[in-house]
């Protein structure tokens, strides 16, 4: 509960998400999970101490976006936008009145920080299974990278509720993050030869791809999962077609 620690292990998470990104860059790809992983540890260390405290802590989060380049060997667009974040010290504050359990903003800025790095460790796991020329023979690999971006996008929905709070940016970001997962999840599933899942993705993604959507990811990004969505069919039924 000593605010001088939450504030260390905050920082500690912001700066291990960041260098993981560093690494992402880099290409080393189990360098930045490892990072990754650490960040996450030490959020649920900081939710677990929420829980038991009686005061308020707030830590404004600032997020921003740092395209990867392609280092993998993937044939379809990647989205490939990792988060860097950072908090400003000048406004991270401990309230003295007791907490409102139902206006949480600890636990509110804790989700969107955990959901920024568990986005960012599903794009090490799946760069570094996209670096394999034998990618169908890693199944076990495969399943791990579906389940951190299911474990993302849960993050993300638990998020939902706190709508209110977010601001415009964080809004975008959010949106376009929720986009590149169910971009990159149907690029996987296509290139194991799992078209039926790859199907159930593209179809969510068509619709979406819209002036708003172009707005969040930007152009190049948006003509990518646009490309994908309507050019990665089934072999059987792209040649009927």
């Not at 206006?103 to 800025?109: G, R, S, T, V």
């Amino acid at each position: 509960n000593n605010p001088a620690s939450r504030e260390m292990n905050v920082e500690h998470v912001v700066n291990k998400n960041n260098e993981g990104v560093e690494f992402l860059y880099s290409g080393r790809y189990r360098a930045a999970e490892r990072c990754f992983r650490d960040a996450i540890f030490q959020c649920k260390m900081l939710s677990h101490t929420a829980s038991y405290s009686n005061y308020e802590f707030h830590f404004p989060l600032n997020l921003k976006t740092r395209i990867i380049p392609c280092k993998t060997s993937s044939k379809h667009f990647l989205y490939r936008t990792a988060v860097i974040a950072s908090f400003d010290r000048k406004h991270l504050r401990t309230e003295t009145q007791l907490k409102d359990p139902q206006k949480d903003e600890h636990h509110d800025q804790l989700m969107h920080l955990k959901g920024v790095v568990a986005y960012n460790i599903s794009l090490a796991n799946h760069f570094s299974i996209m670096g394999s020329s034998h990618i169908k023979s890693h199944k076990a690999k495969f399943e791990l990278v579906l389940a951190m971006y299911q474990k993302a996008l849960q993050t993300m929905n638990f998020q939902q509720q706190f709508c209110e709070k977010a601001t415009a940016g964080e809004h975008l970001l959010r949106d376009a993050m929720f986009l590149g997962i169910v971009n990159n999840i149907g690029v996987l599933n296509y290139e194991i030869d799992d078209y039926q899942h790859a199907k159930i993705c593209f179809e969510t993604l068509k619709p979406l791809m819209n002036r708003a959507s172009l707005f969040v990811l930007g152009r190049d990004a948006h003509r990518g999962i646009l490309r994908n969505a309507w050019l990665l069919e089934e072999p059987a039924t792209a040649a009927v077609a």
